[in-house]
T-cell receptor, first 116, second 114 residues
Framework: GAVVSQHPSRVICKSGTSVKIECRSLDFQATTMFWYRQFPKQSLMLMATSNEGSKATYEQGVEKDKFLINHASLTLSTLTVTSAHPEDSSFYIC????????????FGPGTRLTVL | GENVEQHPSTLSVQEGDSAVIKCTYSDSASNYFPWYKQELGKGPQLIIDIRSNVGEKKDQRIAVTLNKTAKHFSLHITETQPEDSAVYFCAARGGSSNTGKLIFGQGTTLQVKP
């Protein structure tokens, strides 16, 4: 099946610093990737939709200047949490849509961000 | 926009029994309904999906049924095993969405007791 990886799997940073999370589709090309945030015991909340070569589309209430998304290639999207604060601590998960099937989303393993 | 409700929030069954999780959606134009299994500390894993042109789909011990008239779909797991214990999420893609965006249910924590 389609494999999506994320790096790092876990990151701890100080308040005020920026953190970059990478999402890669390993065995397929992904024209669209999605970024989600998940708080403990809650469902997945879509943050933004990322299309290769174009600007990301952010969901209502998500600050685009705080959560920078870059989708520079068909296999890589990055999420940068700028000036992170403790309330940004969460589980960040990306997903990618396999080329040729526009509705099947394959998820990465997630990145646990802890901001001290 | 689309809204997905999922029930129950927790489900405990004895090993070997069946488990059923139900979801309802609001957008009658929704056309794609995947189910994901999420283990603790991991990303969701697609276990089965169904499109609006069929009413039922089965894959070994897992089946999904779709009732478009009532706008609900269900996940059925037969002969449950302890390794089925996880959080299960249903999702729906709105018919008006051209981005593939999914709307997720609240999740069901399934516990299979040995």
């Amino acid at each position: 099946g389609a494999v999506v990886s994320q790096h790092p799997s876990r990151v701890i940073c100080k308040s005020g610093t920026s953190v970059k999370i990478e999402c890669r589709s390993l065995d397929f090309q992904a024209t669209t990737m999605f970024w989600y945030r998940q708080f403990p015991k809650q469902s997945l909340m879509l943050m933004a939709t990322s299309n290769e070569g174009s600007k990301a589309t952010y969901e209502q209430g998500v600050e685009k200047d705080k959560f920078l998304i870059n989708h520079a290639s068909l296999t890589l999207s990055t999420l940068t949490v700028t000036s992170a604060h403790p309330e940004d601590s969460s589980f960040y998960i990306c997903s990618a849509v396999s080329g040729g099937r526009t509705d099947t989303q394959y998820f990465g393993p997630g990145t646990r961000l802890t901001v001290l | 926009g689309e809204n997905v409700e999922q029930h129950p929030s927790t489900l405990s069954v004895q090993e070997g029994d069946s488990a059923v999780i139900k979801c309802t959606y609001s957008d009658s134009a929704s056309n794609y309904f995947p189910w994901y299994k999420q283990e603790l500390g991991k990303g969701p894993q697609l276990i089965i999906d169904i499109r609006s042109n069929v009413g039922e789909k089965k894959d070994q011990r897992i089946a999904v049924t779709l009732n478009k008239t009532a706008k609900h779909f269900s996940l059925h797991i037969t002969e449950t095993q302890p390794e089925d214990s996880a959080v299960y999420f249903c999702a729906a893609r709105g018919g008006s969405s051209n981005t593939g965006k999914l709307i997720f249910g609240q999740g069901t924590t399934l516990q299979v007791k040995p």
